[in-house]
């Protein structure tokens, strides 16, 4: 069987991750690599990667490549995309895809236009727990749905470096939690309400972030979701979900370090959650680069595609606008410019 020949761009904390998946997978060979600090090329050159560049540019002269996945800084990734599809190369791409809306509509056109695949990288989508709770409300385990609850909650706020180019909470956190909201119950999004606060780190707030939220969602059919996001939990990685309907709710609860349970006169005592992403989603990375292999070896359409990509970062312009104007924002109020 012929292998697939993938290359990633971007060797930070989540290429490392799928370049080290990548190496473990049948039917895929990684021949080419791409980061600007030597750092990551080093690790690249560790993994037997054959050819190690610092351009992007550059990689796409390795042939052939079959598809890219992009771990690179959220500014290089329109670019990037768009220089793979005009090459012909299928790319999985990090989100957001660009923080632009105008943007992100004129890469999806290039992309369309040049007949390759896209897939975005909304990794929660291939959590087995996530999965779980989604196939059970598509076979009606729990009637219709009327209400979603999402918790998100980082063990530690990033660098504050970080936030000033990340987009802010909604972008860069939240917007995995609304690509969850439309996943988990397959409805659209109608409607945003947003507040926040900065509770944890008042140098968020210098840099005109906010560390903790609660957004509530209105579908188009009118049932609802409620998200609460924190930058910082004491407890580790704080990861539900509950969808209540008409006939039941179901949950998915954390993950753990262990099972263990410790009872005495003080009371009943148990492991955290696991630390953090890397940790909590490490299988869902795997799964996900398996089926975005599996929609280029067979035809298929990508699990998580443009539109995927585009909604969601409509729905964080949407709860950014909310929190400044401080009112409810519609959905269609959030459109590309003429």
């Known amino acids: 069987m012929k292998k697939l020949k993938f290359a990633v761009a971007g060797l930070g904390r989540i290429g490392k991750i799928h370049l080290g998946n990548l190496c473990q997978m049948e039917g895929i060979e990684v021949v080419a690599a791409m980061d600007p600090m030597e750092e990551g090329r080093q690790f690249a050159k560790y993994k037997n990667v054959p050819h190690v560049v610092t351009s992007f540019a550059e990689m796409l002269t390795v042939t052939p490549i079959d598809a890219i996945i992009i771990c690179s800084p959220t500014d290089t990734h329109a670019d990037y995309v768009e220089m793979a599809a005009k090459a012909g190369i299928h790319v999985f791409c990090e989100k957001p895809l660009d923080l632009s809306l105008d943007r992100v509509v004129e890469v999806l056109d290039t992309v369309s236009k040049s007949g390759i695949k896209l897939m975005l990288g909304f990794n929660r989508r291939f959590d087995k727990e996530f999965r779980k709770v989604k196939e059970l409300v598509k076979n009606g385990a729990v009637g219709e749905p009327h209400l979603v609850k999402i918790t998100s909650r980082d063990p530690g706020a990033p660098p504050v470096s970080y936030i000033k180019t990340s987009g802010g909470l ?61 930058r910082e939990a004491s407890y580790g990685y704080d990861q539900r979900v509950e969808v209540f309907g008409s006939k039941g709710m179901v949950q998915s609860n954390n993950n753990f370090m262990d099972s263990h349970k410790l009872y005495n006169e003080q009371g009943i005592h148990a492991a955290l959650p696991l630390h953090f992403f890397l940790e ?42 909310s929190l400044k104007e401080n009112r409810p924002v519609k959905i269609s109020e959030i459109v590309p410019l003429p």
């Open 170 to 230: 909604f972008l860069d956190m939240t917007i995995h939690d609304f690509d969850v909201a439309r996943f988990i119950v397959d409805k659209e999004v109608e409607e945003v309400y947003a507040k926040g606060a900065v509770l944890v780190d008042p140098a968020i707030g210098e840099v005109g972030d906010i560390d903790t939220a609660v957004v509530t969602l209105i579908y188009t059919d009118g049932t609802m979701a409620v998200i609460d996001n924190s």
């Open 280 to 321: 909590r989603y490490r299988e869902a990375y795997m799964n996900e680069i398996g089926d975005f292999a599996k929609s280029l070896e067979n035809g298929n359409a990508t699990p998580v595609d443009g539109n995927d990509g585009l909604q969601s970062l409509r729905i964080g312009l949407a709860a950014m606008k």
